[in-house]
């Protein structure tokens, strides 16, 4: 079974930045992509960033130019590096890999609070 551990969530101000983690269980070119979704209260689950295998990069639009997502080969590691954070960006973030069966692999998320 394939485990990603989440870290580096936490509270901070508008404005300020943090740095998610995502460590798997296996080596990350064993999968075909991997990324970020976050879930804000009462809304959807949406994507904010993800990476394949080959270091192509996706963002979604409300988070252009502020979210960064990034891997560390030998690390083994894929960051979200998120910048002048907004109170709505608040949501818990999760983890996401993917295989060729589907998209089947989550972290257990980690709480982002942004406070104005």
């Known amino acids: 079974q394939v485990q990603l551990v989440e870290s580096g969530g936490g509270l901070v101000q508008a404005g300020g930045s943090l740095r998610l983690s995502c460590a798997p269980s296996r080596n990350i070119f064993s999968f075909n992509g991997m990324g970020w979704y976050r879930q804000a209260p009462g809304k959807q689950r949406e994507l904010v960033a993800d990476?394949?295998?080959?270091?192509?990069?996706n963002y979604a639009d409300s988070v252009k130019g502020r979210f960064t997502i990034s891997r560390d080969n030998a690390k083994n590691t894929v960051y979200l590096q998120m910048n002048s954070l907004k109170p709505e960006d608040t949501a818990v973030y999760s983890c996401?890999?993917?295989?060729?069966?589907?998209?089947?692999?989550w972290g257990q998320g980690t709480q982002v609070t942004v406070s104005s």
């Open positions: 996401n890999a993917c295989v060729l069966r589907g998209c089947v692999y």
């Open positions: 990476i394949t295998s080959g270091g192509i990069t």
